[in-house]
């Protein structure tokens, strides 16, 4: 228990490194360390300082230069920092080589994810998933750090004849993974009869990046207690919910937050929760426009989406957090062109994002403003479904 506590208590120091390279300017890499400090902030971590390199290709060793990461190992034997975090995934060979100079705890970004998916797992099926990942993240990376997994199935009889401590833990992991595969099988066949019994109700899907308040937007739609906090992942299982508008009734999930880079373990390992999202009929795909970032949130979302389901399906865009967004006035003598941060709600509204004005809206769902236009224009999609599904059902105009 003290050490339970102590986890909790005490905060963990760590630098933050980026690199500039080609496909991404200083500015880009600036932006992603901004979201990689929300990352450890909500792992537990306070950033102290932030490193940055431009590099054509990383080094195949240590991913950073010798100069710079001589200069990183000096500031953290200097501050005693607790440890390290590269914005891009390292290989298990740069991890190695890199922890050793460093001499602290090197994480990478998905090694950075896996963690915080690992502390807000709630349910049994949601820590399986977790725990899978986590695995098939390690397996590759098991040289040099003996980690003694055997303990976990009993030591005695587990070791071969000829066998290194290292081939005896690869073997335990494998066999960790086809267990926890098995496992997720069976949970994946229940869960899809679950799917399956819930009739031929309209289904509608939050689907987002991580932390633009989808969660706070499902609790005031179905009038439910659906754990929500301004944190990354704030919630990773999958909550369904029966919604009534007007006299319409559907059913309203909630999926886990996308993120850039969403490690492709588990894009595996959440295939059920995903699910959720293949087999909606209308995807309610909410954004933080407050964010400065949005308009590639979006491109991250919509790239996800197509990689997991090919089916192109009604989506009624939903900008929220207007409350808290801003913009900078301009003078009008201004005669320079007009860039993104002069653009107002009303400027957005003209753009691209509200041509199709039935399927966009602002809201601000903190505030709970505009949410009658919402509940309007997600009735109008659903009752467009629903009619087609129930041609006899007139009642509904």
Avoid at 55 to 63: C, D, M, W
Avoid at 103 to 113: A, E, S, W
Avoid at 122 to 146: D, G, H, I, K
Avoid at 323 to 341: C, G, H, M, N, W
């Amino acid at each position: 228990m003290i050490e339970v506590k102590r986890k909790k208590d005490i905060r963990e120091t760590t630098v933050l490194i980026g690199v500039v390279n080609q496909y991404q300017t200083e500015e880009k890499v600036d932006e992603y360390l901004d979201e990689l400090a929300f990352l450890a902030d909500t792992a537990g971590a306070d950033t102290v300082k932030r490193f940055t390199q431009k590099l054509n290709k990383p080094s195949p060793k240590t991913f950073l230069g010798s100069g710079k990461i001589s200069e990183i190992a000096l500031y953290i034997k200097e501050h005693s920092v607790d440890m390290a975090i590269f914005d891009d995934e390292l290989s298990p060979s740069q991890l190695k080589n890199v922890e050793k100079i460093l001499n602290c705890k090197v994480l990478d970004r998905t090694n950075l994810i896996l963690d915080i998916f690992a502390a807000r797992a709630q349910t049994s099926y949601a820590r399986t998933q977790v725990e899978l990942a986590q695995y098939e993240y390690l397996l590759p990376r098991l040289t040099n750090m003996w980690t003694h997994l055997s303990k976990q199935k009993g030591g005695i009889g587990m070791k071969g004849p000829g066998e290194t401590e290292i081939e005896t833990d690869r073997r335990i992991v494998r066999d960790k993974i086809s267990l926890l595969k098995s496992k997720l099988e069976k949970i994946d066949k229940q869960m899809a009869i679950q799917r399956g019994n819930r009739g031929s109700l309209v289904r509608a899907a939050l689907v987002g990046y991580t932390n633009v308040g989808k969660s706070t937007l499902m609790n005031i739609l179905s009038k439910s207690e659906v754990f929500a906090e301004n944190k990354l992942f704030a919630t990773l299982d999958t909550t369904v919910r029966k919604v009534v508008v007007k006299n319409l009734p559907f059913l309203l999930t909630d999926t886990v937050g996308f993120i850039r880079k969403l490690p492709t373990q588990l894009v595996e390992s959440f295939k059920s929760t995903l699910d959720e999202v293949r087999e909606a009929d209308v995807l309610i795909h909410v954004i933080d426009i407050s964010h400065p970032n949005f308009e590639e949130h979006i491109e991250t979302v919509n790239q996800t989406i197509r990689e997991i389901d090919k089916q192109e399906k009604p989506t009624l865009m939903v900008f929220n957090k207007i409350d808290a967004f801003s913009y900078v006035e301009r003078d009008e003598d201004d005669i320079a062109p007009k860039t993104r941060i002069h653009y107002s709600l009303d400027d957005w509204r003209k753009t691209y994002l509200g041509r199709n004005r039935t399927n966009v809206v602002f809201i601000s769902a903190q505030k709970k403003q505009n949410m009658d236009e919402l509940r309007e224009s997600l009735y109008q999609m659903i009752a467009e479904i629903h009619t087609e599904r129930f041609p006899y059902n007139n009642f509904l105009y």
